[in-house]
């Protein structure tokens, strides 16, 4: 079976700081990594994703993830971030392009 | 398009009662999936429909949840005899999967529900 462990609950961060996001995962097949952010009152959202290739991917709002396949991980980076990032974000693993089972979530606090 | 759209956005029932909720997935999207969360926790896989077939449920699903696809187009989740601890937020989501390529999973909005 997949888990997935996000061992941050909350990371509060200032406004135009650097953040790194936390992800583990573990499986014993080939994996799919994604992280999914949810906004306030807002449904989850597909943020970014690894499929295969390049294993660092970019979102069209700065964040990047790394694949580390060495490690089991896949943390969210952004180098600069704002007020809007404030949300919760979930890592997510599928086996095949089925179901996603998704770490506990991260809540991202930006401040001014 | 609208998304994936479900109802009702709130449900408060009491415990002992039966519950249904609705989910519209995105028009063509052959893949219908529920997940639960409760507070502090990701989202949980309960079951999925390819078209009208369940695929797979996970073990979560006991035998007071019951979901259905008749057409391969809405789906329904029913919990019978509701129990406190099936207090949560129930998401839909859909996607259009062809072959073994990837295709996203598109969430709605959910159904809080909050059982007395």
């Known amino acids: 079976a997949q888990s997935v462990t996000q061992l941050d609950s909350q990371v509060p961060v200032f406004e135009e700081a650097p953040v790194e996001l936390r992800c583990n995962y573990s499986?014993?097949?080939?994996?799919?990594l994604f992280w999914y952010v949810q906004y306030p009152n807002q449904g989850l959202q597909l943020l970014l994703k690894?499929?295969?290739?390049?294993?660092l991917v970019e979102s069209i709002n700065g964040f990047e993830a790394e694949f580390n396949k060495s490690q089991t991980s896949f943390h969210l980076r952004k180098p600069s971030v704002h007020i809007s990032d404030t949300a919760e974000y979930f890592c997510?693993?599928?086996?095949?392009?089925?179901?996603?089972?998704f770490g506990t979530g991260t809540r991202l606090l930006v401040s001014p | 398009d609208t998304g994936v759209s479900q109802d009702p956005r709130h449900k408060i029932t009491k415990r002992g009662q039966n519950v249904t909720f609705r989910c519209d997935p995105i028009s063509e999207h052959n893949r219908l999936y529920w997940y639960r969360q409760t507070l502090g926790q990701g989202p949980e896989f309960l079951t999925y429909f390819q078209n009208e077939a369940q695929l797979e449920k996970s073990r979560l699903l006991s035998d007071r949840f019951s979901a259905e696809r008749p057409k391969g187009s809405f789906s329904t989740l029913e919990i019978q005899r509701t129990e406190q601890g099936d207090s949560a937020m129930y998401l839909c989501a859909s996607s259009l999967t062809t072959g073994s390529s990837y295709n996203e999973q598109f969430f709605g909005p959910g159904t809080r529900l909050t059982v007395l």
């Open positions: 997510a693993v599928s086996v095949g392009f089925q179901k996603l089972v």
């Open positions: 690894y499929l295969s290739g390049s294993t």
């Open positions: 499986s014993s097949v080939s994996v799919y």
